[in-house]
T-cell receptor, first 117, second 111 residues
Framework: DTGVSQNPRHKITKRGQNVTFRCDPI?????LYWYRQTLGQGPEFLTY????????KSRLLSDRFSAERPKGSFSTLEIQRTEQGDSAMYLC???????????????FGPGTRLTVL | QQQVKQSPQSLIVQKGGISIINCAYE??????FPWYQQFPGKGPALLIA?????SEKKEGRFTISFNKSAKQFSLHIMDALPGDSATYFC??????????FGSGTKLNVKP
C-alpha cells in the first residue's frame, strides 16, 4: 500500500502523560500536514512541512504540541502533558505540489484516534 | 471564525435520488475548492475539486457547481447509491497550502 500511513491507529492515555504519533507520507511527496478532527467537525489545520522545514503553525498548536520531520520523510507529532480536550482524531496528509496547476492535492492517512482519560 | 460554512448537517436520500450539499466561503483569496468523502474510521479521501475560474466540473455521478459572485459552491451526487453513505466535507484553500474545511454533511442513502 503506497498511501499515507499513521501509527498507532488508536491511543488511550491518562491526563498528564506524553504521547507521540507517527506519519509516513506517500514517498515522493515533499509536503506533509497535520490536522485535528473532533467528533462531528471537519479537520482543522495544525501545521505543515515542506521537506524538513516547518513552514506554518496554527494557533491551535499550543506549546504542549511539537511536530518534527527530521529527514524530510516521516513526521512525528508529540503532545506533552495531555489534557482531556486533546481527545480527537489526528490526521496526517501529504502532497506533491504541482507548480503549473497549483492544485496541491492532499492525501490523508487513516488518522490516530487519541482518547485522554 | 469558520471560513467555510457547510449545510445541511445531515441528509437522507433514497437510492437513485439526488443529493445536494452547499458550501459558502468568505475569503475571496481562496483559489482551490476540494470536496472530500470520509467513511467511519477512515481519513478523508479526495472526491472532486474545482478552481474558481470554472463554473462547473463533473466526474461521473459527482458534479461541483461554483458561483464565484455569490461565493458559494455545491456538490451534487446523482443516482445516489447506498455505498455513497458517508460524511462529505467541502474545503477552501488560500495561497498557503492549508485547507479550511466545512463542518461536514452526513449523507445516508436508503436502499
Amino acid at each position: 500500500d503506497t498511501g499515507v500511513s499513521q501509527n498507532p491507529r488508536h491511543k488511550i492515555t491518562k491526563r498528564g502523560q506524553n504521547v507521540t504519533f507517527r506519519c509516513d507520507p506517500i514517498s515522493e511527496h515533499n509536503r506533509l500536514y497535520w490536522y485535528r478532527q473532533t467528533l462531528g467537525q471537519g479537520p482543522e489545520f495544525l501545521t505543515y512541512f515542506q521537506n524538513e522545514a516547518q513552514l506554518e503553525k496554527s494557533r491551535l498548536l499550543s506549546d504542549r504540541f511539537s511536530a518534527e520531520r527530521p529527514k524530510g520523510s516521516f513526521s512525528t507529532l508529540e503532545i506533552q502533558r495531555t489534557e482531556q480536550g486533546d481527545s480527537a482524531m489526528y490526521l496526517c496528509a501529504s502532497s506533491w505540489p504541482l507548480q503549473t496547476t497549483s492544485t496541491d492535492t492532499q492525501y490523508f492517512g487513516p488518522g490516530t484516534r487519541l482518547t485522554v482519560l | 471564525q469558520q471560513q467555510v460554512k457547510q449545510s445541511p448537517q445531515s441528509l437522507i436520500v433514497q437510492k437513485g435520488g439526488i443529493s445536494i450539499i452547499n458550501c459558502a466561503y468568505e475569503n475571496t483569496a481562496f483559489d482551490y475548492f476540494p470536496w472530500y468523502q470520509q467513511f467511519p474510521g477512515k481519513g478523508p479521501a479526495l472526491l472532486i475539486a474545482i478552481r474558481p475560474d470554472v463554473s462547473e466540473k463533473k466526474e461521473g455521478r459527482f458534479t461541483i457547481s461554483f458561483n464565484k459572485s455569490a461565493k458559494q459552491f455545491s456538490l451534487h451526487i446523482m443516482d445516489a447509491l447506498p455505498g455513497d453513505s458517508a460524511t462529505y466535507f467541502c474545503a477552501g484553500r488560500k495561497a498557503s497550502p492549508k485547507f479550511y474545511f466545512g463542518s461536514g454533511t452526513k449523507l445516508n442513502v436508503k436502499p
